[in-house]
């Protein structure tokens, strides 16, 4: 069967100054800076759903569509701070699997 | 062979150099620049890249700010000797005019909405054919917001688009005023292909290839050996080595 679209799922590591940054702010943050850059046609495209935030590790697994991987992969890095906490991202893995990064990278 | 990604734009006012090195190696850089604007901290920086036991290529960069072309002619000839590579903010069009002519200035750059305006069709048509490279911080995406952002998306289009059309080098880089502000080479390749109007191979040698070009020439031409571009002293007669 054809599927309307593909997943996939980009693990991310952010560099906080401080390791206070909740998972819902940081979700608001990368819709803000999709809506921002790309207008919310695209960013409805992105299907975006930020899937896992490890608080501990500052790794995040976000979920988009195969067609969208550069537009969030770009407004995430385009990201400059979370509820005023100054970060810096870096894209670990992109991958089809959810259930390969979170073993990869959230040890679950 | 992997691609070596070089970040040639990172400000000397991160506070910790050796930190920032590392981490510059955590996000995939093989070599950076150091970039100044006072000459009397140059030595400072010399002598904290060689203290360097990180396995990255460090390289010391002056970046040059005046609305004078005087000015600039005063700075130049006491600082070529010491650095890999000389920029020049385009602040009017006097100026980018000038450096896209002059050839001890290796790359134009832009730290403003308004120093990209000042970027017109004559000094990229200069900067073409003198083989200048024209560089793009990306600090200035990550600092502003909504209209000005827009804006400022445009003039990069703009500069970049008209850097291409007349042959010129283009360069990606941060920067970066704090670690904070530094971004992965792949995460630079990603917002150069949606944002900037790249296409990939452009991107791509934007972050890797022209800038360790830029720092290899530089460093030839300051070496004792140097002639010309492409002649160099290989030996001289009388010496052991020297085949003449």
Not at chain 2, 107 to 120: G, K, N, P, W
Request: glycine share 4%.
């Amino acid at each position: 069967m054809v599927k309307f679209e593909r997943r996939r799922y980009l693990a991310f590591k952010l560099y906080p100054e401080k390791k206070e940054v909740k998972k819902n702010s940081l979700a608001r943050e990368i819709w803000t800076s999709l809506i921002s850059l790309f207008g919310e046609k695209a960013a409805a495209d992105t299907n975006f759903w930020l899937v896992d935030y490890d608080e501990e590790k500052c790794i995040g697994i976000a979920r988009c569509t195969n067609r969208t991987v550069e537009i969030l992969r770009s407004a995430i890095a385009l990201l400059s701070s979370v509820d005023s906490i100054r970060i810096s991202v870096k894209t670990l893995k992109i991958s089809g699997s959810l259930r390969k990064l979170r073993k990869k990278y959230l040890l679950r | 062979m992997p691609i070596m990604y070089y970040d040639i734009y990172v400000d000397f006012l991160v506070p910790d150099i050796s930190k920032l090195m590392q981490f510059a190696r955590e996000l995939g850089f093989s070599g950076i620049c150091i970039c100044t604007s006072d000459v009397k901290i140059l030595r400072e920086i010399s002598s904290s890249i060689s203290k360097n036991e990180i396995d990255l290529d460090v390289g010391v960069r002056f970046s040059i700010r005046e609305n004078n072309v005087r000015r600039i002619k005063d700075i130049l000839p006491n600082i070529r000797r010491y650095v890999d590579i000389i920029s020049v903010v385009c602040t009017n069009r006097e100026v980018s005019a000038w450096s896209a002519r002059d050839g001890r200035i290796d790359i134009l750059t832009f730290d403003s909405y308004e120093s990209l305006r000042v970027f017109a069709e004559g000094a990229a048509r200069l900067a073409g054919e003198n083989k200048k490279a024209i560089e793009m911080p990306i600090r200035l995406l990550l600092t502003a917001r909504g209209i000005k952002r827009a804006r400022l998306l445009h003039e990069v289009r703009r500069v970049l688009w008209l850097a291409r059309r007349f042959g010129s080098d283009v360069v990606i880089s941060s920067g970066a005023r704090s670690i904070y502000e530094m971004r992965a080479p792949r995460d630079v390749l990603s917002i150069a292909i949606t944002l900037l109007g790249l296409d990939k191979d452009t991107a791509l040698k934007a972050i890797s290839e022209i800038p360790r070009k830029i720092i290899e020439t530089s460093r030839e031409k300051r070496s004792r050996n140097f002639v010309l571009p492409g002649v160099r002293i290989v030996g001289k007669m009388g010496d052991k080595n020297g085949k003449v």
